[in-house]
């Protein structure tokens, strides 16, 4: 399968949330970021999936764009999402390749 032609090679997605450990209520950060081989990323755009420790949570999820290769997200968490480690996966739509990252949900005061 052919996705895209592009004049560098795509050798990961990375997806690296700005802190490992978030109280239920508050907003996630994060950044994705393609890994290349040495040359400089073009625009990419990325399909961003959030799953919690019971299950998927679709209206977390998102797409970004990233005019360098790279771009942020953002979502709140709602005061009585569920405890636990969670996952933010990140496919690159140009390429199919997927990178993830987990951090740890706790309760909210």
Partial sequence: QIYS???YRVNAVTVTPRTR???AGKPITYRVAVQTDGATPGRHI???E???PD???A???TQITAPAGSGDGEFALAINDAPGTWQIKA???ATGITG???FTVTKAD
């Fill in 55 to 57: 299950g998927p949570r």
């Fill in 5 to 7: 032609l592009l004049p």
């Fill in 91 to 93: 496919t690159d739509i």
């Fill in 59 to 61: 209206y977390y999820g």
């Fill in 21 to 23: 450990t978030k109280q």
């Fill in 46 to 48: 990325f399909r961003v």
């Fill in 50 to 52: 959030v799953t919690a």
């Fill in 100 to 102: 993830a990252a987990e």
